[in-house]
T-cell receptor, first 111, second 113 residues
């Protein structure tokens, strides 16, 4: 079982809608969680990180963490066509603090 | 400020050839990583270096070797390339392992024929 699981999608939403991206992790000792965005042919770039249970908001993006359920999500409000990309969930876990990625979810925002 | 720089950007190898992918960062980061990305597989960790002088295996280390040359540079070597190593390779660095952001290089697209 991969340590970080994501629905590969594709997820398609209309412009202006809320996009909801989900991620689960298997290691209960995971400490930190990151959401990266990757445009086609480009390298990943960090959108948000979250360490504590609850919500964390940054502009149109909200990360949610529920450690009891081992669940992390990313909400994108007022989705724009420029948000179309693959979103990668990552977790830091283990005694050696490896950064492990999920397979990514492809999001398409339709004008 | 260049961030993380990888060379080369593209490479075609014949089966059995060897090559070294170079990575350098100018952010004074302690930790560096090599990932490979294949369609449908996401980013998989090959090797990482938590600090200068240390290296550890990741999820898919077979067929690769690494060298942490100094704090700035972390190279990945393929001793005898195989078609299964066709992939996009990303180098990344972070201030330290753990709860810090990783910054990625632009990637190396490697094809082994």
């Amino acid at each position: 079982q991969k340590e970080v699981e994501q629905n590969s999608g594709p997820l398609s939403v209309p412009e202006g809608a809320i996009a909801s991206l989900n991620c689960t992790y298997s290691d209960r000792g995971s400490q930190s969680f990151f959401w990266y965005r990757q445009y086609s042919g480009k390298s990943p770039e960090l959108i948000m990180f979250i360490y504590s249970n609850g919500d964390k908001e940054d502009g149109r993006f909200t990360a949610q963490l529920n450690k009891a359920s081992q669940y992390v999500s990313l909400l994108i409000r007022d989705s724009q066509p420029s948000d179309s990309a693959t979103y990668l969930c990552a977790a830091v876990a283990g005694s050696n603090y490896k950064l492990t990625f999920g397979k990514g979810t492809l999001l398409t925002v339709n004008p | 400020n260049a961030g993380v720089t990888q060379t080369p950007k593209f490479q075609v190898l014949k089966t059995g050839q060897s090559m070294t992918l170079q990575c350098a960062q100018d952010m004074n980061h302690n930790s560096m990583y090599w990932y490979r990305q294949d369609p449908g597989m996401g980013l998989r960790l090959i090797y990482y270096s938590a600090s200068e002088g240390t290296t550890d295996k990741g999820e898919v280390p077979n067929g690769y070797n690494v060298s942490r040359l100094n704090k700035r540079e972390f190279s990945l070597r393929l001793e005898s390339a195989a078609p299964s190593q066709t992939s996009v390779y990303f180098c990344a660095s972070s201030e330290r392992v753990g709860n810090t952001e990783a910054f990625f290089g632009q990637g190396t697209r490697l094809t082994v024929v």
